[in-house]
């Protein structure tokens, strides 16, 4: 087991430099997408999850497939690509955006001062456990974060990342801290919860969590598993296979794009 705050700080000096004052981030692509209606996504190099059913995991940790951008390059890539292809939404993906902060706002800011919306796509560990982190996001009102539950209780979440389970609470303090700070929950930031795994039971105790903080937060985004041809490679070596809830790449319902 591992713990998923210590390895963010040595993940971070990895994916992570400085250079002429400003915090530079490692990045696999650039890319439009048919998520969220269509959304202009950049896929960050570098994760404080080792989950074992991860798309990403041909890159997520691999600093070898990466490329170094500032904040503004990242920005002003992401924005130009919007505007060509007519979409309001831009996101970071891939692996965890968090880890390098001043990165992450840099691009936020920007990308929000030119009028689009920026879709945080995060685990929520490290929100969970900086308030302050959470506050500091908190005053973008173009930003709407989407935090993503790797399992649906701690015993899930250990058996699905092989972090300690007790860091799976975090995840429901990035909510509680968000909320607090002033994010609409069910607008601004909400919920989404990979159930490839999942008891019909833990389910409901995790709505009821998610109750507990707000009941706007029991609108979930639940993730299945996509049978991509990598990741059922990664399924069957880590035992993971077969998933309980999937579909197909060709066949995702129009209810989860």
Known sequence: MYDPLELSKRIYKVVSRTKNNLEERLYFRFRRDRWYGGIISADVIG???????????????????????????????????????GLRFIRLTGAEPTITRKHLIDVIEYVTDHGYYFILETNGILLGAYPDYAEELSKYSKLIVRVSFKGVTPNEFQYLTGAKKDAWYLQLSALENLIEHGMRPGEQVYPAAMIGWSKDQDIEWFLEKLRAIHPALMEVDWEYVILYRHVVKLLRKTGLWPPRRYVYPGKIPEEMI
């Open 47 to 85: 994760c404080n999850l080792v989950c074992r059913f991860c798309w990403a995991w041909y890159f997520r940790n691999n600093p070898w497939k990466g490329r170094w951008h500032d904040p503004f390059r990242v920005a002003e890539k992401l924005t130009y690509m919007a505007g060509k292809y």
